[in-house]
Structures are given as structure tokens and as C-alpha cells.
């Protein structure tokens, strides 16, 4: 059986590395990028090839349709296509609505619902000519619930969770799942700009505290690999908090 590819966004750190390693375990060639930061994303490159399996490492922005379409043609050059799509790039913004600048909105946009677009609109083709193929996008707890002084970030979570139902009725005809993972409180460098006190308060309001990226990166995995009928699904891991 060949082996199969993923492509992971956002992956130098957190959350996506965590879900590109774990693809890697499973014998996966692993596609990974990020907009900045090149040596997190070379230490991780090196960290999947410890497993002996092949990585592409790409630094761009996938909110970008021309980086977008420059890493899809290393991918089909190096692997083919890819089998399984992991929207995971993102930023997020803490302040009010009011005080948030028109430049700040097309910007969280641009970063956390077009790079979803792109990705996808040139991930599809590939998985339609397959018969199969898997799409996980990583989305919030707050793109449900929503979320105070994080309006714009809430909006594109829900913006991702909206598409995420409408494609896999769209794909499910190819055979091809979409699903999203509402992530709640996950124990990564994106909360470190809290107080500890304010990081104190935060995990006595979540029933089971802060979760791991390796259970998202598990969680992942498993509807990249073994759910067939499930799709268009919104699939909290809060830790009981919404």
C-alpha cells in the first residue's frame, strides 16, 4: 500500500506540530508550513524525520493564494497530491470590537478563514480524482459560544465551522469527510500572554483543565485515518468547559 500524505498548516509549533509528529508515527509523508519563524519549522521537519518518513517543510502564508499555489506544486512534484488536509494556521486577537482596526479584521481573515479557503479549494481536486480524501480544520470553542474581546477571532472560528458543514454535504458525494475540532483551553505557547493569575482562573472554570495538543493531534489523527460516515461535524474538546 503507497503511502499516504498530509499536509499540516501551521505546524512549527503547538497544536500542528504536534499533529504533524503524530501523522509521522503512523508512517505518513508529512507536509508542513508556517509564515515565520524558520527554525521551529526546520527542528520540526528534523523531529518527523527522526520517524523515517519523507518531510517537505514550506515557509509562506496560506492566506495567500500564489504561496498556496507554489507549496500544492512542490507537493504534486514530491508526493503526488495530498490524502489528508489539516487546517490548522491561524492568529488570534484579544481587545474590543470597537478599538479593532479595519487593517487587524482583513488581517485574522486573511489568516484564519481564506488560508481554509485556499488550502482547500486546491486540495480538493487531487481527492475528487482519489475517490477519498479527509479535510480537519482546527477551529475554537468560540467560533460556537463565541467569545468577549475576542469578536474577530470568534467570527472566523464560526466562519470555519460554517464551511466545515457545507463542504462535506459538498464532498460527501466523492467520498471525501470534513470535519472540525472546537478546541477549548489547550496548553500551548498562544496562552502565555496571560497573568498567572488570569491562567489560574481560566483552568477553574474548565471542569477537566487545560488539555494537551497531543489529544488534539490524537484526535486528529483518527479522523484522518478512521471515520468513514462522520462528517460535518463540530467536535468539541473542551475538557467539559462549553
Known sequence: MSRKTVLVTGASRGIGKAIAIKFARKGYNVVISCIRNEDRLMQTKKEIE??????LAYMGDMGDMDCCKEL?????KQFGGID???????????????DMSSE?????????LTSVFNCCKLAIPYMVHQKQGKIINISSVWGVAG?????????????????????????????IQVNAIACGAIDTEMN???EED?????VDEIPAGLGKAEEVADLAYHLGYKESYLTGQIIGLDGGWI
Not at 487587524?104 to 484564519?112: A, F, G, V
Not at 458543514?165 to 464532498?171: P, Y
Open 198 to 202: 488570569e491562567l489560574i482562573a481560566l
Open 147 to 175: 467569545a468577549s474581546c475576542e469578536a474577530a477571532y470568534s467570527a472566523t472560528k464560526g466562519g470555519i465551522n460554517a464551511l466545515t458543514r457545507a463542504l462535506a454535504k459538498e464532498l460527501g458525494p466523492s467520498n
Open 84 to 98: 489528508v488536509l489539516v487546517n490548522n494556521a491561524g492568529v488570534s486577537y484579544i481587545g474590543l470590537l470597537q
Open 72 to 76: 500544492f506544486a512542490k507537493i504534486k
Open 50 to 55: 527522526n520517524y523515517q518518513v519523507p518531510c
Open 104 to 112: 487587524d479584521w482583513d488581517k485574522i481573515l486573511h489568516m484564519n
Open 192 to 194: 502565555q500572554w496571560m
